[in-house]
Nanobody, 128 residues
Framework: QVHLVESGGGKVQAGGSLRLSCAAS????????MGWFRQAPGKEREFVAV????????YYADSVKGRYTISRDNAKTTVYLQINALKPEDTAVYFC?????????????????????WGQGTQVTVPQ
């Protein structure tokens, strides 16, 4: 059984940076993708970024392009989300997720239904 564990969240002043980590264990798939979503209070969970593990191809939500970077460490089976120039609107719980389908088109990964394993989430707070 696959487990995902996020870490790295916290309270950071606007303009600061954070790097979130998501370590996967129990992974036996040869092709997959790992994504990041976020959920602000009172809002739906929204797609942030995804990386196709085999190819390294990355996709981002338009709202985060230029400030967010998703990356991976193959040896550690860990995916990272670097967030720069933090804004109050970045405040949310950030979730990583695993999709067992690693070769689909970009828009497929925008939907939560593409993922079948989720981490517990890590809180990112950027005060006004």
């Amino acid at each position: 059984q696959v487990h995902l564990v996020e870490s790295g969240g916290g309270k950071v002043q606007a303009g600061g940076s954070l790097r979130l980590s998501c370590a996967a264990s129990g992974l036996t798939l040869s092709t997959y993708a790992m994504g990041w979503f976020r959920q602000a209070p009172g809002k739906e969970r929204e797609f942030v970024a995804v990386i196709k593990w085999s190819s390294g191809i990355r996709y981002y939500a338009d709202s985060v392009k230029g400030r967010y970077t998703i990356s991976r460490d193959n040896a550690k089976t860990t995916v990272y989300l670097q967030i720069n120039a933090l804004k109050p609107e970045d405040t949310a719980v950030y979730f990583c997720a695993l999709s067992p389908r690693g070769y689909y088109s970009e828009t497929y990964y925008y939907n939560t239904e593409a993922y079948d394993t989720w981490g517990q989430g890590t809180q990112v707070t950027v005060p006004q």
